[in-house]
């Protein structure tokens, strides 16, 4: 599989890609510069870090700033609060989220050092945020089963995938046990999509690839080259739903290594020889 630069955006921190079938668009988020993006073109600027952002069934997006979940209109760019966490610490911010099947927006928060097991996981329906997860450090990729009964997650610094059984209809989760654990000579696992064979696609940070994995039996089964050493997270679209689309960043990179990798912070393609799942919306 080819994979191929689409937009040269050298965003500092490039995360949460986002497909919306019926524009034919990819929403995506530069969180430090604290941008939201559709396609190569910056459509909003926020006040604080957009940690992530979803499809919004009666239109526009569900985005996060650092520590509270907004709604954003696309023709205004104009935002309006919904609702935020009692209890986030504030050196935690919001990183990856998204929707699961039946539209309740998922979203997790990490220590901005990086080091301290002070973030949470939380769903939020529109009404009521729940807090489904707590002591994670750094908040990461989370994806679904094709059939919504298995949720998959990622605590970065554990360089596991956790599965848990998923209540559709209370969107509760339990009995959480290791489906893919990945070597450190892989990279670190970020950001986290899945197809519709049911298997796991995930950037690595520091890895300068994307992986594929059988969260059943735990096994690699591919690995694509991507030319960035930092890829953050990946989204199935396209017209027919079989092209993957990667962000990437350019945080901490020093000059050599942006000489080496100088396409960091890039937004790029590649088709592959299968159907992902959609990007699901936000119901509330």
């Not at 929707?99 to 329906?125: I, Q, V, W």
């Amino acid at each position: 599989m080819r994979v191929e630069l689409l937009h040269d955006s050298k965003a500092t921190l490039g995360e949460g890609p986002v497909w919306d079938a019926r524009a034919q668009t990819l929403f995506w988020v530069d969180i430090l510069n604290k941008r939201i993006h559709a396609n190569a073109d910056p459509i909003a600027e926020l006040d604080e870090y957009v940690g992530c952002i979803a499809l919004r069934k009666r239109g526009g997006l569900i985005l996060i700033k650092r520590l509270s979940f907004w709604t954003l209109g696309l023709d205004s760019a104009s935002s309006t609060f919904l609702a935020a966490p009692a209890d986030e610490s504030a050196t935690n911010r919001f990183n990856d989220g998204k929707c699961d099947p039946r539209g309740r927006f998922l979203a997790g928060t990490m220590d901005m050092n990086e080091k301290d097991p002070t973030g949470s996981l939380y769903s939020f329906d529109g009404n009521t945020i729940t807090k489904l997860l707590s002591n994670v450090t750094i908040s990461n990729g989370m994806t679904w089963s094709p059939d919504g009964k298995t949720f998959y997650y990622i605590d970065t610094p554990t360089r596991e995938v956790k599965a848990f059984d998923y209540d559709l209809d209370s969107g509760a989760i339990a009995n959480p046990r290791a489906a893919v654990t990945i070597p450190a000579s892989l990279g670190w696992p970020d950001g986290m999509t899945s197809d519709s064979q049911g298997n796991l696609w995930i950037a690595m940070w520091g890895g300068a690839q994307i992986t594929k994995w059988n969260p059943h039996t735990g096994q690699l089964l591919e690995q694509i080259p991507v030319p960035v050493i930092q890829p953050s997270s990946c989204v199935f679209g396209g017209k027919n739903m079989n092209e993957l689309f990667i962000t990437s960043a350019r945080k901490g990179l020093d000059d050599a290594a942006l000489k080496q990798y100088p396409l960091s912070g890039g937004v790029f393609r590649v088709e592959t020889n299968v159907e992902g799942l959609p990007s699901f919306e936000f119901a509330g």
